[in-house]
């Protein structure tokens, strides 16, 4: 199994609205990542978990704050966002945290298009 | 700052031929450069990973290059098809499990 499942699909929210975006894998991978990626745009890097702790934090504003369970699921919750935040937010997942980088292949999932109205 | 480009953004080819993907980047101190695939509205799919070490890796009708020194990598595609339609990433892998993605190419196969 080499899935990293998103969910919702789509989500449409309003600027005063919390939700949260889910992310999992059951490949025992122990970082996992979250990206953004603008129409006809590459995917930016916003946060990194490395064995469920922070790792990098891209100077991503407040209103989006990660959370990592455990081992096999990444959350993003989503408050007060700005119409400006509206694209869609990629997981990834790795098989290892630090150390050698030699084989460290990122899986991503299908992704949350995220509209914000 | 490392940066990576892309050429051509865009491109359109007929069935059958075979292409060239280009991919630079302007700092030499990499781990690894991967290929990605993506279909419109849809997630990364990896294509290849080439590490720091080595030169060239293959799948099937793709083949990546990677040369260090100039800061170049490519992706020949042999045999296009209409279903290898996509935009294809390259993403250079720095320290910390950071990616680092160029602007893509759009390609078209056209029947």
């Known amino acids: 199994d080499t899935e990293v499942t998103q969910t919702p699909k789509h989500l449409v929210m309003g600027m005063t609205n919390k939700k949260s975006l889910k992310c999992e894998q059951h490949?025992?991978?122990?970082?996992m990542y979250w990206y953004k990626q603008k129409a006809k745009k590459p995917p930016e890097l916003m946060f990194v978990?490395?064995?469920?702790?922070?790792?990098i934090n891209e100077s991503v504003p407040s209103r989006f704050s990660p959370e990592c369970p455990n081992s096999s699921l990444l959350n993003l919750h989503l408050h007060a966002l700005q119409p400006e935040d509206s694209a869609l937010y990629l997981c990834?997942?790795?098989?290892?945290?630090?150390?050698?980088?030699?084989?460290?292949?990122?899986?991503f999932g299908a992704g949350t298009r995220l509209s914000v109205l | 700052k490392q940066e990576v480009t892309q050429i051509p953004a865009a491109l359109s080819v007929p069935e059958g031929e075979n292409l060239v993907l280009n991919c630079s980047f302007t700092?030499?101190?990499?781990?690894?450069l991967q290929w990605f695939r993506q279909d419109p509205g849809k997630g990364l799919t990896s294509l290849l990973l080439?590490?720091?070490?080595?030169r060239e890796q293959t799948s099937g009708r793709l083949n990546a290059s990677l040369d260090k020194s100039s800061g170049r990598s490519t992706l020949y595609i042999a045999a296009s098809q209409p279903g290898d339609s996509a935009t294809y990433l390259c993403?250079?892998?720095?320290?910390?499990?950071?990616?680092?993605f160029g602007q893509g190419t759009r390609l078209t196969i056209n029947p």
């Open positions: 990834a997942s790795s098989p290892t945290g630090g150390g050698s980088v030699a084989k460290n292949i990122q899986y």
């Open positions: 490949m025992g991978h122990r970082a």
């Open positions: 978990y490395s064995y469920e702790k922070l790792s």
């Open positions: 700092d030499s101190a990499i781990y690894n």
């Open positions: 080439i590490q720091s070490s080595q």
């Open positions: 993403a250079i892998i720095q320290g910390a499990q950071k990616l680092v």
